[in-house]
């Protein structure tokens, strides 16, 4: 049987503010539980919460930036429910009317594009967190997070499998740290999943959907994901039915499990919050915070291989995150003969050696002048490629120069063609049967003669000249 798969995602997005959407209570992650709380957010009676202005605003800029329209006039409304986080018995979200709707993320599995209708962006608050570990059978709760704010980005269900679901997280986690609204570090909550999965066969009406929830990497969401579609289809064609509810996914097990049937709308009795006036946000605002929108990654991307001629591989490797885009484009302003150069080295180099040692490009020990240095060696001939990359291992264990390392260990490449020559001539004195062959006709050995330089200079010689001055001297002239 053909089974087509609808998935639709949930993401909530922690806003980057100093305080949290509702009181000025700190929103500083690691924090000892319980010591970032105030009467507010602990939900105490006659308590009035005040809304957040910078997390409207950049909740503003994330609509705009999928193109989304923004609803001048949006209200909050109370979501009813129990649970012990969550201390007064109801959360703060917009259900009705919310802040942003219809936008769109466009996203390429392979080699195909594909666009991904975004529902709405919504505000609301986050809930305290319960900790069971550790704790000798016994939960407790940790209410710093309560209050913080988030958006809920509600995406249509057009995505039809895991890759595709994956690479619209990915682009969506990419722009909101590029916009500077969220961290979004999942290890910290910051950035979490709800994943509506159904599957059915095509031509026919949308199948049972079940959601998983609290999905916090894009491994387990794929892993996710792929278990549910086939405990979906199995169950199917075992001729039983997928019910409608709400499950978690257990990474160490490498399955779901049923946490409770899944509630609708109506069950937590919505209603418009009394203690919050409608949200109006005027058309001068919007204007404003569009005017000051940062260039977004899919524009950095067109223009990393429109100005600087780089592949699409590399502009895409060197724009995921602002920090790496400013080195590069601070690495071609300070080694302005070779974009090219520069981006090779940054992505293939460089980047390789800081993931080795766990850091992140804006704590590189080497800076964008400091390995803009080390390409002007190598474009000048004072060092060959090869001995460019034991100076930048130097360079990243101990902060130095590139000039200060190739003089210090006498690095300079040989361009003397007396010298080299010399070399050469050793080498063919001491091989009499190779170049016998080689002049018979074995046009392979030229490579072993190369290696044989190159040892004796130990990596030395300039490559360029060792093959021209190789080829002149075997052939006798």
Known sequence: MSWEVIIGLEIHVQINTKTKAF????????????????PVCLGMPGQLPVLNSEAVQKSILTGLAICG??????????????????????????FAVPLVEHGHIDIRVGDTEKRI????????????????????????????????????IVSEPDMRSADEAIAYLKQLHQLVRFLDVSGANMEKGQFRCDANVSVHQPGTPFGTRAELKNLNSFRFIRQAIDYEVNRQIELIEDGGEVVQETRLYDSAKGESR???????????????????????????????????????????????ENEYGLSAYDADVLSQTRELADYFEALVACHETDSKRCANWMANELLGRLKEQGCEIDHSPVTPRALAGLLDRIADDTISGKIAKD??????????????????????????????????????????????????????????FVGQVMKASRGKANPAMVNQRLKNLLAGM
């Open 23 to 38: 009181c000025g209570c700190s929103t500083t992650f690691g924090a000892e539980p319980n010591t970032q709380t105030c």
């Open 69 to 94: 329209q923004i609803n001048l006039a949006s209200k909050f409304d109370r979501k009813n429910y129990f649970y012990p986080d969550l201390p007064k018995g109801y959360q703060i979200t917009q």
């Open 117 to 152: 209708g975004i529902t709405r962006i919504h505000m609301e608050e986050d809930a305290g967190k319960s900790m069971h570990e550790g704790l000798d059978g016994v939960s407790h709760i940790d209410l710093n997070r309560s209050g913080v704010p988030l958006m809920e």
């Open 258 to 304: 049923a946490m409770r049937s899944k509630e609708e709308a109506h069950d937590y009795r919505y209603f418009p919050e009394p203690d919050l006036p409608p949200l109006q946000v005027s058309e001068q605002e919007v204007a404003s915070i569009r005017a000051a929108m940062p260039e977004r990654p899919s524009q950095l991307r067109q223009r990393f």
């Open 391 to 448: 100076v930048l291992d130097a360079m990243v264990e101990g902060g130095e120069s590139a000039d200060a390392i190739i003089e210090t260990k006498g690095l300079k490449q040989v361009t003397d063609s007396g010298t080299i020559d010399a070399i050469i001539d050793k080498i063919i004195a001491a091989n009499p049967n190779q170049v016998a062959q080689y002049r018979g006709g074995k046009d392979k050995l030229f490579g072993f």
